[in-house]
């Protein structure tokens, strides 16, 4: 599993090994990058790509992206816990 797959560095190389792998990425043009890659490099039997963010806890998030820096991106969380709701 590789969780911030971005364009699928790691995900590319293990897939090249012959190992399954599920890569998680939420931003679209990361996914695109990887999708493509896979399938010039013809690993798409190889990749499961989810496009989401991961998180201990089910809750809204916003994907907050650099417009300077492709690989900076983060998500922020709205936690809400019962007793302030």
Request: no cysteine.
């Given at each position: 599993m590789d969780v911030g797959a971005h364009v699928g560095y790691y995900?590319?190389?293990?897939?090249?090994?012959?190992r399954r792998v599920v890569a998680v990425e939420p931003v679209r043009d990361s996914i695109e990058r990887l999708c493509h890659a896979a399938q010039l490099e013809q690993l798409t039997q190889h990749i499961s790509i989810v496009h989401n963010a991961?998180?201990?806890v089910?809750?809204?998030?916003?994907l907050r992206q650099s417009g300077h820096n492709?690989?900076?991106?983060?998500v922020e969380l709205l936690v809400c816990y019962v007793d302030f709701c």
């Open positions: 995900s590319l190389l293990a897939a090249k090994l012959g991961v998180e201990d089910r809750t809204r998030a916003t492709q690989g900076d991106s983060r």
